[in-house]
Antibody
């Protein structure tokens, strides 16, 4: 079945970097954009970035420009999100999510989500 | 780009209907029909319920419907069931940003 499996929870100190992975299965990895969305404790959802696995093109939210890098490895159908200069307010659950598409028509919506990766930033 | 505005909470009895609003501006919801809705149960990942304002993905019950008027989109859940109790978020494509989520609404089934 179509699924996204993310790496496990992590704890980092302020100023460090984290790299979260998202492994896709059950569909053609290069056929769908992959997005990263985070959810801070008790708060709502926040869009962070997307990557086009077919070519590697990326787009980042202005808020994270300079701190975020999204990459992919098509040989293992995995996308990565690296966030640097971590602060306590980066403590959140990070999700990868596939952008839906049907017959080449973009849904502009996220139809498959990973299980989430809890990141705790604490000294 | 500010978050879209949703009411913090909504409720209804089993079998009733509940409607959640999501208000944006003429720069996002008002100009794009690329609005989606997500259901999130505690500790779980969001689930896509509606895309392109009113389209349902395969497997989503037709009790869930979406609409748009001006700068406001709405999600209606008809025939409320216990399992509909969850947080709901709207999301709009806004071009350059390019996506912004709503503030979220907690639906309680009384």
């Amino acid at each position: 079945q179509v699924q996204l499996v993310q790496s496990g929870a992590d704890v980092k100190k302020p100023g460090a970097s984290v790299k979260v992975s998202c492994t896709a299965s059950g569909y053609t990895f290069t056929g769908y954009y992959m997005h990263w969305v985070r959810q801070t404790p008790g708060q709502g959802l926040e869009w962070m970035a997307w990557i086009n696995p077919n070519g590697g093109g990326t787009k980042y939210a202005q808020k994270f420009q300079g701190r975020i890098t999204v990459t992919r490895d098509t040989s293992i159908t995995t996308a990565y999100m690296e966030l640097s200069g971590l602060r306590s307010d980066d403590t959140a659950v990070y999700f990868c999510a596939r952008e839906g598409d049907s017959g080449g028509t973009d849904w502009y919506a996220f139809d498959i989500w990973g299980q989430g990766t809890m990141l705790t930033v604490s000294s | 780009q500010s978050a879209l505005t949703q009411p913090p909470s909504a409720s209804g009895s089993p079998g009733q209907s509940v409607t959640i609003s999501c208000t944006g501006t003429s720069s996002d919801v008002g100009v794009y029909n690329h609005v989606s809705w997500y259901q999130q149960h505690p500790g779980k990942a969001p689930k896509l319920m509606i895309y392109e304002v009113s389209k349902r993905p395969s497997g989503v019950p037709d009790r869930f419907s979406g609409s748009k008027s001006g700068n406001t989109v709405s999600l209606t859940v008809s025939g409320l069931q216990a399992e509909d109790e969850a947080d709901y978020y709207c999301c709009s494509y806004v071009g350059t940003t390019p996506y912004v989520f709503g503030t979220g609404t907690t639906v309680t089934v009384l």
